[in-house]
């Protein structure tokens, strides 16, 4: 998987998360197209426990892709029916207020 996690000026964060394979491609479902790209996820692979250090502590996330998907529901942060498929490809954003 892939980690990014951007810092927002007012201090807060949003933890990015894909699968490896997923980086660079660009997957679609009907007019919506998105392109998973290393500016949002990153280029550096993180260890599974990496990933679950920083979701356990994200106040929003942004994942893509089953592995990445999988650790946040392992976790409690999301339900299966809090996810979405883009074409075969998982996806789920959690935002804690």
């Known amino acids: 998987m892939y980690l990014k996690i951007h810092r927002t000026p007012a201090g807060d964060e949003v933890v990015a998360v894909c699968d490896r394979e997923l980086i660079n491609a660009r997957i679609s ?26 979701l356990s502590r994200a106040e929003n996330a942004n ?28 996806h789920a954003q959690i935002i804690r207020i």
């Open 29 to 54: 479902h009907g007019d919506l197209e998105i392109h998973i790209s290393e500016a949002f996820y990153g280029n550096s692979p993180a260890t599974p426990e990496a990933v679950r250090s920083a």
């Open 63 to 90: 994942l893509m892709g089953e592995r990445s998907v999988a650790l946040a529901i392992e976790l409690g942060l999301v339900g299966k029916d809090g996810c979405i498929h883009i074409g075969s490809v998982p």
